[in-house]
């Protein structure tokens, strides 16, 4: 057991506005975590240790060292790299601690709701306070952006007085200083355009500071410049001609200073610099000259005492727009007309596109059949009613009611004469019909579903043969035995040699393996081939498996005196029983947590959701299992204790039931028989056509035959409910752990398998036996409703009613046949389903479709959860890879960064043979061994090794360097070229003339 011993302290920044950077207890006391046992559920212990002020399902564990903070969903074991250098420093005097302090997102969210709901003093002293909060932690500003923090700064502002504005530039200065903040703004336009508007402010502080932070936004990367060109159009389109803001500055109608105006005319420069093409350059150049560009730069340049900065803006202008293909000012003498000639296509644009429109409109039908073959059928079968109201025929059923009554208890004797109403239910039987219930479509079970393929004298047309005598039996309670009785696995099949060769004992996977399909069953389409022929094989690293699940002795279990398991009891005897008996009806209680959290309405019902709203613990019950837990942690908690310390983990668990159980609903009598029969048959084309499944098997059976020593060639799926329990005597992960990191690892492409057996899963909810016994009561109540009907027509109906109840009640009789049908298919193409999966056929019909549609289901959902889990981890990897990146470092660092590799390119090797080919080596650097180079090149011209020679050539000088590689094999190219002097590598042969670069000849 290993555990991980450091100082804690607390932070109270439970109020961001108002909190210390001080850690407190100054002498922080020690804490003991346990590093196979996830944060969340130590988290209490630390609160408790500290008396902290937090609420406990606010707090996070922040690193002192580094300013990271900890998973609490993960185990320290599995944030190794985290915590590194956590205590190297701790020699030298310098410990470091634990801090315990509020979630980020905690904190934003108070920090948002604050600023919304402020006024006054209490606004202005936020508004103030906020730069400073995004100084003390740089985590903070990435978590902010993310929670919409901008639009919350945007809709205050534009309230706001200067000097709340002030404060709020301050704020979005400090947040452009870091990448995340920079990528936050980059991608939400609305503050670049709340940044311009500012320009056009009556305060000149509120200009300035707003003209620094667009400067700064358009500076960081060329491709913000069109950002700001998308911003300045959107605001000055309901104002006027774009730029007018910035226009207004140099104008000077309001005296501005001259800063303001070098401000504004860099912007304005740096703008056009990083525009990507000619056509927004003109259009942008075009607004500025019809403002009067031309005339207030003469205006400022002529001007004695003009600051030379700004003079240098104004010629840099002038240079931009002489450097264009031609003049703009030349176009202005035409602007008028083509202004008109312009509004007369964008007119006649506007006509076309709505002309467009309206043709789509008129093309779009809607369509929508809804006849039914009810009515079809009622017409059908009219003659048949019309007899129900015959005086002949009611005095003639009056009578065999009459007589049936009279008599007594029925004996073996003939078949008593068939009443009326099963004359018509005969006939309606004896009519062929489309298989169809309402939307449920069962036309694909044909004719051949009607032979079970179990009944042997249907399938090879005798009855000689017998099939194989049944297994022993064993009792249900027991363990599965060993194969054959204990006995040592059969050995392989001579000719056939072991798969795998172990060094080591390995745990044993108790399967039972699938044998072949038995000769009198393989004619049956269903059996020509098995699933298992169809799996891919899949390579194992054995070394791994071999070292993961290596038989290790362990110790046992402590017992008790009466010889049961210890285990943590905290809760009364009547509160954990009631637990325990609603555990019997939920999922596994591992996969609850996610099922609640995700709202996954396949993995539990509405008397699930409410079974758990009765199990919610309380905080003296989650306090008291956590302390136990820590106290004892070799002893494992009770069922119940483990399940309310699940439930504990989940925030707001009461809001999500009841949210969740508000959308809950329930279905129809006759959708309770269609609709599983309909998911059963969705099931089994669902099973046999998963791609995932098929993956999982193959990785599991490899996995099996390696650990086993067998070569088995599938296994029954009974078996996956016990993938889940088996673990490596390592890392104690369990078997289904690694199949899914194989199943990710190697087949990218496969899915979480549960969201794509979706009616296996509703399948597994439905008892298939009370299913039968419901269509048997529908028919019963069906067929005793004829009778009543003909009965009651004795006395004073109305036509029309007896004419709608006629109608209803042959509509019922066709979809309860029709359900029969599909009942009676579809039971026996889940028997052709089980043999196709390896099932014996002895055991077939012991099968509960239940039962194995359970097993599929948990498994799935126990994938999921696996596989979600596995992707996390991964993503949280990679997440923390990029983060590092950009944490916490100045725009100015990473665009030094960027400047180091702005003037290399990637060299091109051209192979010259007539017509010739080229290949990109790499970029920035190349190491290449020219022999190796020019024997593939040798083979790819058909030239001899010793007819080829380098050229390194310098574009911008006309003569080459030869480069002729010697004999050991030793010269290399190293790279990158300069774009001051670029160089090309050739490759030529001795007997041509011409050098050519990019198919030009030099």
């Not at 007309?337 to 006649?348: G, K, N």
């Not at 079974?611 to 494992?636: C, F, R, V, Y």
Request: one cysteine or more; charged letters at 25%.
């Amino acid at each position: 057991m290993a555990t991980f011993a450091c100082r804690v302290q607390f932070l109270d920044d439970t109020d961001p506005f108002n909190s210390t950077n001080f850690p407190e207890p100054t002498r922080p006391p020690q804490f003991t975590f346990r590093e196979d046992i996830p944060l969340i559920n130590q988290i209490a212990g630390v609160h408790r240790l500290l008396k902290a002020p937090h609420k406990l399902d606010d707090c996070a564990l922040q690193l002192s060292h580094n300013g990271s903070y900890l998973d609490l969903e993960s185990t320290l074991a599995e944030q190794r790299d985290e915590i590194e250098g956590f205590q190297e420093d701790g020699g030298r005097g310098k410990k470091h601690s634990i801090i315990l302090r509020t979630q980020l997102s905690v904190r934003v969210h108070v920090c948002i709701e604050k600023l919304y709901n402020s006024t006054g003093r209490e606004l202005r002293r936020a508004l103030f306070s906020l730069k400073q909060i995004f100084q003390d932690d740089k985590d903070l500003v990435h978590e902010f952006v993310m929670a919409e923090g901008l639009t919350c700064l945007i809709k205050v502002g534009a309230e706001a007085d200067q000097n709340y504005q002030n404060y709020i530039l301050r704020a979005l200065g400090q947040i452009m200083l870091y990448v995340d903040g920079m990528n936050g703004l980059i991608g939400h336009n609305e503050t670049v355009q709340w940044l311009y508007t500012l320009v056009g402010s009556k305060f000149r502080l509120v200009v300035k500071t707003a003209l620094k932070l667009l400067l700064v936004f358009v500076e960081y990367t060329e491709s913000n410049a069109p950002l700001l060109i998308q911003a300045v159009n959107t605001v000055d389109t309901k104002q006027g001609n774009p730029w007018s803001n910035a226009m207004e500055i140099l104008d000077e109608k309001d005296g501005m200073d001259t800063e303001l105006l070098v401000y504004a005319m860099t912007l304005i420069n740096k703008t056009l610099a990083g525009l990507p093409d000619q056509d927004t350059f003109y259009d942008v150049v075009d607004s500025l000259e019809e403002q009067g560009m031309e005339a207030m730069a003469k205006r400022h340049v002529n001007r004695k005492g003009t600051d030379l900065d700004l003079v240098e803006q104004f010629n840099i202008y002038e240079v931009s727009v002489c450097s264009v293909c031609f003049s703009v000012r030349h176009r202005l003498n035409d602007l008028d007309s083509s202004v008109t000639s312009l509004t007369s296509r964008i007119s006649t644009l506007e006509v076309r596109r709505q002309t467009c429109e309206d043709n789509m409109k008129k093309l779009e039908v809607d369509h929508l059949d809804n006849q039914g073959s009810v009515r079809a059928v009622a017409e059908k079968f009219g003659d048949l009613v019309k007899g129900l109201v015959s005086p002949h025929e009611v005095e003639h059923s009056g009578k065999e009611t009459q007589q049936s009554q009279e008599k007594p208890l029925p004996t073996p004797s003939p078949t008593p004469p068939k009443k009326e109403s099963d004359h018509i239910w005969d006939q309606l039987i004896a009519t062929p019909r489309e298989l169809r219930i309402k939307e449920l479509d069962f036309t694909d079970l044909g004719e051949e579903d009607d032979v079970d393929i179990l009944d042997v004298s249907n399938v090879i047309g005798s009855s000689d043969l017998t099939p194989p005598p049944p297994p022993p039996l064993f009792l249900p309670s027991l363990p599965p035995p060993p194969p054959l009785f204990g006995c040592p696995p059969p050995p392989p099949i001579p000719g056939e040699p072991l798969l795998f060769q172990k060094k080591k004992k390995t745990i044993r996977l108790f399967w039972n393996e699938v044998r072949p399909i038995d000769w009198q069953y393989s004619n049956h389409k269903s059996c020509r081939e098995s699933l298992w022929s169809k799996l891919d094989a899949v390579k194992l690293d054995t070394a791994k498996l071999e070292n993961l699940f290596e038989t290790k002795s362990k110790e046992l279990p402590k017992t008790a005196a009466d010889g049961k398991r210890q285990e943590i009891i905290i809760l009364d005897s009547k509160r954990s029983n009631a637990i325990n008996i609603g555990l019997t009806v939920l999922p596994p209680p591992r996969t609850i947590k996610t099922a609640i959290l995700n709202f996954d309405e396949y993995a539990l019902s509405k008397e699930g959701i409410e079974k758990i709203l009765t199990m919610i613990p309380t905080e003296e019950e989650t306090q008291k299992i956590q302390e136990a837990q820590l106290a004892n942690p070799d002893t494992p908690l009770g069922s119940a204790e483990q399940f309310l310390l699940i439930l504990s983990s989940i925030s707001e668990l009461s809001a999500r039931l009841q949210l969740w159980a508000f959308k809950m609903d329930y279905d129809a009598l006759e959708k309770e028989v269609a609709e599983p029969l309909q998911d059963l048959k969705e099931g089994m084309d669902q099973l046999e056509k998963n791609k995932t499944l098929r993956y999982i098997l193959s990785t599991l059976l490899a996995i099996g035959n390696f650990l086993n020593g067998t070569n088995a060639k599938g296994f029954e799926l009974s078996y996956l409910e016990k993938v889940p329990e088996v673990k490596d005597t390592v890392h104690k992960q369990s078997l289904l752990h690694h199949v899914c990191s194989l199943v990710v690892e190697k087949f990218p492409e496969s899915s979480d398998l549960y969201s794509e057996i979706g009616a296996i899963t509703r399948s597994a909810k439905v008892d298939f036996d009370q299913l039968q016994e419901n269509l048997c009561q529908m028919e019963y109540r069906c067929k005793a409703s004829w009778d009543h009907l003909k009965v009651i027509a004795k006395h004073e109906m109305k036509p029309a009613l007896k004419q709608r109840m006629s109608d209803f009640l042959k509509d019922c009789a066709e979809r309860i046949i029709i359900l029969k049908i599909v009942h009676r298919r579809i039971i026996n193409r889940f028997h052709s389903f089980l043999l196709f999966l390896g099932h014996p056929p002895y055991a077939i019909r012991e099968v509960s479709i239940h039962r194995f549609s359970k097993i599929l289901s948990e498994f799935a959902l126990e994938y999921r959860t696996t596989r979600e889990r596995v992707l996390q981890q991964k993503q949280k990897r990679a997440n923390h890879r990029e983060r590092n990146k950009t944490r916490g470092k100045m725009i100015t660092e990473v665009s030094l960064d960027n400047s180091k590799n702005s003037n290399y390119f990637c060299p091109i090797i051209h192979v010259q043979k007539g017509t010739f080919s080229s290949f990109v080596l790499g970029s920035p650097l190349i190491s290449l061994r020219l022999n190796n180079v020019l024997n593939f090149c040798a083979s790819s011209l058909h030239h001899k090794r010793e007819a080829l020679y380098f050229q390194m050539i310098p574009v911008s000088h006309s003569h080459s360097v030869y480069l002729r590689p010697g004999k050991t094999d030793s010269y290399l190219v190293y790279g990158p070229f300069s774009l001051v002097c670029p160089r090309v590598l050739r490759i030529a042969t001795k007997h041509t003339h011409h050098l050519h670069y990019n198919n030009k000849t030099l």
